[in-house]
């Protein structure tokens, strides 16, 4: 993101500070980091705004990411109703990893955003949406190892982003959440393993509301994201590339099942059950794609 241009045009101020501070506003609280307050923005947000040439200096992305995941655990408290957080960047992750689930896609030029290529589909109502909803409950259930495109951003993306690498806490003003590449090997061409234990919160409170989930983390976590040599996982020492692209460590599968929910669907819900998976076929771990 970039504030100059939005300020300067041939050397002279045109748009006042103040109408850029209130674009902005508008611009993150109606994008990365919307809530369920409508017409609200989170306070937080005026404190990334007060210096306009600082903007590039923030991690957005990585404070995006933080905050998806945080309403992503939100949501799944037994009292929560609806999600926050950027959902086009989660439904563009579901478009891209899961072609069982993507809609049409434009052509577009590669200096283009990924996201805006996908065409969104029409949203059902009624009963229509309630079986579609039964449908991809269904889908999720049967999904193989073969159903999903591991590495769609190519074997290499990490090269060119060296801090998609990096392990430990990301943050978004007073929101901290676990970052482990670890548990996603494949996603960058590398045989999955069981991963080592993730840096974890000092302390946290999840009721079931979701209305006061608290997460504490140590001081010294918050300083993790400045030291991205010292915390940037070494693929080859970690594992080794994959031969072929569900590739997994044949003890992974027990250790996941042992810390997951290997299905959506109930048994009792009536909807007939998937067949038996083959180890080689297993891909429950998709949730930990979001390393939630």
């Given amino acids: 993101m970039h504030a100059e241009g939005l300020l300067v045009r041939g050397g002279e101020l045109k748009i006042k500070e103040m109408e850029v501070q209130c674009y902005l506003f508008v611009l993150l609280g109606s994008t990365l980091y919307v ?5 609200r923005l989170r306070p937080a ?20 990411l933080a905050y998806l995941y945080r309403q992503l655990g939100v949501a799944t408290r037994a ?16 478009y891209e990893y899961f072609p069982l689930f993507r809609p049409s896609q434009l052509q577009q030029s590669p200096d283009a955003p990924r996201a805006s290529s996908w065409i969104s589909p029409r949203f059902p109502v009624g009963d229509e949406a309630r ?17 999903v495109t591991w590495t769609p951003y190519g074997r290499d993306g990490h090269t060119d982003i060296p801090r998609s690498l990096y392990t430990g806490p990301i943050r978004f003003s007073d929101i901290a959440e676990g970052y482990d590449p670890a548990r996603c090997l494949r996603q960058f061409g590398y045989r999955q393993i069981i991963p ?20 504490f983390w140590d001081p010294w976590a918050n300083q993790l994201w400045d030291n991205v040599a010292a915390r940037r996982l070494d693929l080859d020492f ?37 067949r038996p998976l083959l180890v080689h076929q297993v891909s429950y ?8």
């Fill in 35 to 39: 809530d369920k307050s409508r017409d």
């Fill in 45 to 64: 947000i005026n404190l990334f705004l007060k210096d306009h040439r600082r903007l590039t200096d923030y991690a957005w992305g990585a404070g995006a």
């Fill in 79 to 94: 009292g929560s109703k609806g999600l926050c957080g950027c959902l086009t960047l989660l439904q563009a992750w579901i």
């Fill in 131 to 147: 079986q579609r909803l039964a449908r991809y409950r269904q889908l999720w259930d049967e999904l193989s190892a073969d159903d």
């Fill in 196 to 215: 080592r234990a993730m840096t974890v919160p000092h302390d946290q409170y999840r009721p079931a509301s979701g209305s006061s989930y608290i997460v």
């Fill in 238 to 274: 970690a594992s080794r590339p994959c031969q072929h692209p569900s590739e997994i460590l044949e003890e992974y599968v027990d250790w996941f099942l042992t810390r997951s929910h290997p299905r959506i669907t109930h048994p009792t819900d009536g909807v007939p059950q998937p």
């Fill in 285 to 292: 771990d998709f949730l930990l794609l979001f390393q939630i």
